[in-house]
């Protein structure tokens, strides 16, 4: 395996990191306020990371989905909430149009989601159905030229500020996960409201909402794929979606890491840098060496997907372990600070909380393990 950068995997990843400095600006108060990141959402549209694998056709980069995880991992550095917000819209709403949408959905849909003016969000997950997504109880009811959508969607990134939403919904209850549909919907159909915004842990200024369907009139023009593929669509996505947050939690575990390495270098006790005790450089060791490993998991799950192989199971590997390795990374880079770790200038409590939600969400840390045991097993 080749373990070397193209020039535009170094020029995207030098482009993303100047991004991620400017994020420091006011990240405290926006994860203190859960404020979205508004102006930061529309650099990241006119830097091209909104669209980062979507074809130049229809507006996007063009770019890998290694330039795209070297971005993540980049700015998720700094400012783990963009970094799920753009995760989202690339690597579930515009990744699963680009595959499986019809050149009218593309055509329509991808432009202005690609260049950041709209941005999407991605909607299986219910009050009752998280990690068991095939009982799905959001209907689509079809009614010859179009669908009637009743329901209720949970824990939706981007949910308060999508333009379009792609909802996944029962159609044929007599036929469980093969009577699913992936439908296209867009802010301000008749029946279709955002619940309140969730308060949460961390990733604090990502917004996350219930979506409430009642009686929502959608056009058979927008469901994606063939009439029941929506649960294999939504599988598919999550494939590579799962690349993304596996690169995120990178990101999370390689800031947190960065800020330990630096202040171990500068704070003194017993009088010398902290650095020089044997147990702050172990604690730094491992750090080193677990980032490392999320990493090369991480790129190889990408460099699978961008040449046609199977990487499922791959991805379920960077997911979970990258996830794992953001939460210890993160509580040692707390515990190096010392007091200082715990208050919020430090940066590091703030990747702590964030990290957390990388082992749960695109399917909890059991759920990989699940998928990782089910595709050796078979
Ligand atoms: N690709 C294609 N098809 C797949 C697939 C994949 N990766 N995984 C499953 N399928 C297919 C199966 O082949 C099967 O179809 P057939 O019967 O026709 O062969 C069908 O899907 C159902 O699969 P299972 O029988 O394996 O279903 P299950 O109920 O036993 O379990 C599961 C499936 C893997 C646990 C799945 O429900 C799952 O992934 N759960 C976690 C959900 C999740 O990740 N949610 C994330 C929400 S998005 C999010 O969180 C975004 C964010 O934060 C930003
Ligand atoms: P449950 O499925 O109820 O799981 C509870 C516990 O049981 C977990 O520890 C789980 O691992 C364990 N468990 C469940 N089944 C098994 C099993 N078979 N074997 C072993 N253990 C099991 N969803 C979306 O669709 N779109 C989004 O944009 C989105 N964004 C999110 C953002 C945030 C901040 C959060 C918190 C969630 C988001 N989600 C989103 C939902 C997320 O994907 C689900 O929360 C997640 O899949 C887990 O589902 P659940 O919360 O219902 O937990």
């Known amino acids: 395996m080749y373990f070397e950068l193209n020039e535009e995997h170094h020029l995207i990843r030098e482009s993303a990191r100047e991004f991620a400095r400017s994020l420091f600006d006011g990240v405290i108060e926006r994860d203190e306020k859960a404020l979205f990141p508004f102006e930061?959402?529309?650099?990241?549209?006119?830097?091209?990371?909104?669209?980062?694998?979507?074809?130049?056709?229809?507006?996007?980069?063009?770019?890998?989905?290694l330039a795209y995880v070297l971005a993540i991992e980049e700015i998720s550095k700094v400012d783990a909430s963009v970094g799920v917000i753009m995760s989202a819209h690339n690597s579930l709403v515009l990744f699963?149009?680009?595959?499986?949408?019809?050149?009218?959905?593309?055509?329509?849909?991808?432009?202005?989601?690609?260049?950041?003016?709209?941005?999407?969000?991605f909607a299986l997950s219910e009050p009752e159905a998280g990690s068991d997504a095939t009982s799905q109880h959001t209907t689509a009811q079809d009614l010859g030229d179009h669908y009637l959508v009743n329901g209720t969607k949970n824990w939706i990134t981007n949910g308060g500020n999508a333009d379009v939403y792609l909802v996944i919904a029962q159609t044929y209850p007599e036929k469980g996960h093969r009577g699913i549909n992936a439908l296209i919907l867009e802010k301000?159909?008749?029946?279709?409201?955002?619940?309140?915004k969730e308060n949460k842990l961390g990733i604090r200024s990502s917004d996350t909402h219930s979506l409430l369907f009642n009686d929502v009139k959608v056009p058979k023009s927008n469901r994606i794929g063939e009439d029941g593929f929506g649960f294999k669509f939504a599988m598919k996505t999550l494939d590579g979606g799962r690349i993304g947050i596996a690169a995120q939690a990178l990101g999370i575990a390689a800031g947190a890491y960065e800020l330990a390495l630096a202040y171990a270098k500068e704070r003194k006790t017993f009088g010398k840098p902290i650095s020089e005790h044997q147990a702050i450089q172990f604690k730094l060791a491992d750090m080193e060496l677990e980032i490392e490993a999320a990493r090369l998991l991480t790129y190889k799950a990408a460099w699978l997907k961008d040449h046609g192989k199977p990487y499922g199971k791959e991805?379920?590997?960077?997911?979970?372990?990258?996830?794992?390795?953001?939460?210890?990374?993160?509580?040692?880079?707390?515990?190096?600070?010392?007091?200082?770790?715990?208050?919020?200038?430090?940066?590091?409590?703030?990747?702590?909380?964030?990290?957390?939600?990388?082992?749960?969400?695109?399917?909890?840390?059991?759920?990989?393990?699940?998928?990782?045991?089910?595709?050796?097993?078979?």
């Open 40 to 65: 930061q959402v529309k650099q990241m549209g006119q830097l091209g990371f909104m669209g980062m694998m979507v074809d130049e056709r229809y507006q996007g980069a063009g770019m890998d989905t």
């Open 96 to 121: 699963g149009l680009q595959a499986f949408g019809t050149e009218e959905q593309k055509e329509r849909f991808l432009p202005p989601l690609a260049t950041g003016e709209k941005l999407g969000a």
């Open 188 to 196: 301000g159909m008749a029946g279709f409201t955002v619940g309140p």
């Open 315 to 378: 991805a379920a590997m960077a997911k979970l372990f990258a996830s794992e390795v953001a939460m210890r990374t993160t509580i040692e880079a707390v515990q190096i600070h010392g007091g200082y770790g715990y208050v919020k200038e430090y940066h590091v409590e703030r990747l702590m909380r964030d990290a957390k939600i990388t082992q749960i969400y695109e399917g909890t840390s059991e759920i990989q393990r699940l998928v990782i045991a089910r595709e050796i097993l078979k």
